[in-house]
């Protein structure tokens, strides 16, 4: 793209300036001398936002892979840039030529939201493009509109020549192709509206009469010069023979979605009646797993991309989603690239997928409850249950260690064998202390050593690595468990099969405190010298928390509940780290520029900075701020 000079002077001005630049890997440039019809794949939002939208990316691959046809990416400038732009008389232009839109033959706007139809009007405006449809009186700047809200056209039929229906392919292929046509025939505006209007799911505005009632409702929509009297959507039945491009726009700067994507399918299997693209793209149609595996192949071969997502409005109701994620983790695992699972829902939810999913990257997983109430969601047809969404664990006892014996767990045999209509009895046990854990099985499993009073229990934890593991040595927990003889080595010993173990609320309660001690000191409220103490970092403190963030980071990025975290700090480096100690270490990093860090829904989110050369935390203004609230309590306290 050839920036003006003008251009060139805005852009230090403006926010973001890689968003107008162009030049993105993987962007398509032609020689406007060799094609016969230019292109604008408008989207009516910022670049972050339309760079993430995969319909536009799949059409302006399908574009540019026709002979003659060059489609160039067009986008909504954030006010600062409207503001220069219009100061400096520079019009709106696409990011491949540089080029004024107003030389471009079609504008195709995407229509994914309500809000915005404005933009629509402004980018037009912006591009020195007469707004209403009646003024533009030539072929030049055919003004199209596509996407889910292209099924209510009305608000913006004064403005927009023609309206496409339903699935874009095969239609913007038909539609072009005509243009072409006309083009090269010199046909006028109306006699190719007229023609236009024969392709399935095409509407255009201009060939219907509308009559009103008195009170301004509808009377009458009167057809004429042939147009049909209704549109029906236009539907791809074949999704495995139909384009999806090979690579894409690489973007330059940061965007929403910023990652491969390949689609699963379209539709949706579920009959939410909230959901407006659920019914807006039936009827369901699905890829193969081989196509699928083909089509991100090629996307992560031609992209560099490390993230790859598979997109569909309920990833979870694929049918052939196992197979396709196992083939996708293979290679997914050999490029460290971390697959994206969204759109799941909690009632078809695979915990075996997701384990193995989370061995590449980690990442998060979310599930809607759509609505507050079952009786809301059997109304909206959400079809999930309670149980779905939180699932339980129902005891049946609260006992203590002395009710735990070889002949009580014999008569609990006789209620076997366990199943669907007999469940196998759960007891709890309360201010457990975590004496031991081991890892085995390759740290798939844990063993425990719990202890209340003047018992000892083996525990056995299932399905979880030290890393899963919630607590650590020293809690104390409640825990829920069956009941079980281990016989090894010709010797029967009494074994707890975990079923859930958490913090006590005596630990929570400690938590708590420490937290309130924490927020104290950030408020600049007096402290006592043993709450100071408490907080106060010493330098094997400081070590132990860096030392665990560095080493459980990935791509530089640390996700852990904070109480966890500080146990689990406090548990390898033998440091008592409360949990106040231990936003009080983050604060002294953050301070030093070594990294930057949030505290949200009880989870922190630490990203590591880059950094060259030693940070000397010993100028730390948290640390000496903390010793002059020693000195200012202890002086108070003498003068008391």
Known sequence: MKLSRKLKRILPRVQKPARYVGGEWGSIVKDKENVDL????????????????????????????????????????????????????????????????????????TLQYELSFTNVLNMLDLGGIPVRACDRKTLKNFVVCGGPC????????????????????????????????????????????????????????????????????????????????????????????????????VPSTEIVFDRAMVELFRGCPRGCRFCQAGHTYRPLRKKSADVLLKQAK??????????????????????????????LLDICEERRVS????????????????????????????????????????????????????????????????????????ELSILEPYGMGNREPIFAIREMTVEEITP??????????????????????FGTGSGGCPVVQGDIVDAAFSLEINHFRNQQTIQLM??????????LERDHYFLSVYSHFINGESLTDSQVNQLYPNRPDLV????HIISQAEDKKLTAPYNTLSRRISYESRQLIN??????????????????????NNLLYIRILPFQGKADITKSVVLATLRHRKRQSTAEQQSG
């Open 150 to 249: 292209a099924y209510n056209p009305e608000p913006l039929a004064p403005f927009v020549d023609a309206f496409q229906i339903g699935d874009g392919e095969e239609i913007m292929i038909e539609f072009t192709d005509l243009y072409r046509q006309a083009k090269r025939e010199n046909w006028s505006k109306d006699e190719f509206l007229r023609k236009a209007c024969h392709i399935e799911g095409l509407y255009v505005p201009s060939l219907y009469d509308v009559t009103y009632h008195e009170d301004g409702t509808v009377e009458a929509v009167t057809p004429k010069d042939g147009a049909p009297a209704f549109i029906q959507k236009r539907i791809v039945r074949d999704l495995d023979n139909m384009y999806y491009p090979e690579s894409f726009v």
């Open 579 to 600: 949990i106040g100690k231990l936003f009080v270490c983050l604060d002294v990093f953050s301070e030093s520029r070594l990294l930057n860090y949030h505290f949200k």
């Open 339 to 410: 697959l994206s699972l969204p759109s799941l829902r909690a009632d078809s939810f695979s915990m075996e997928l997701m384990e193995r999913v989370q061995k590449v990257r980690k990442s998060g997983l979310t599930f809607a409850a759509e609505a507050g109430s079952q009786r809301l969601r059997d109304v909206i047809n959400k079809n999930i249950t309670e149980e779905d969404l939180m699932p339980v664990i129902n005891i049946d006892c609260l006992i203590s260690p002395d009710d735990i014996s070889m002949e009580s767990i014999r």
């Open 544 to 547: 132990a928390v860096w030392r």
């Open 38 to 109: 230019r292109f604008g794949m408008c989207f009516p939002d910022t670049y972050e936002v339309g760079m993430s939208h995969l319909g536009s990316r799949i059409l302006y691959g399908l574009l540019n892979h026709q002979d003659g046809i060059w489609c160039e990416r067009v986008f909504a400038p954030w006010i600062d840039m409207e503001a220069e732009l219009r100061n400096a008389g520079i019009p709106l232009y696409g990011l491949e030529s540089g080029d004024s839109i107003a030389e471009l033959d079609i504008l195709g706007f």
């Open 298 to 327: 090629a996307v992560l071969d031609n992209s560099g991309y490390e993230e790859i997502s598979l997109s569909s409005l309920s990833t979870s109701d694929y049918s052939e989603l196992p197979k396709l994620a196992n083939d």
């Open 498 to 507: 975990l079923k859930d173990i958490r913090l006590s609320d005596c630990e």
């Open 440 to 461: 085995i099985s390759s740290d798939r499993h844990l063993k425990m050593s719990l202890v209340k009073g003047n018992r000892r229990f083996t525990a056995m934890l």
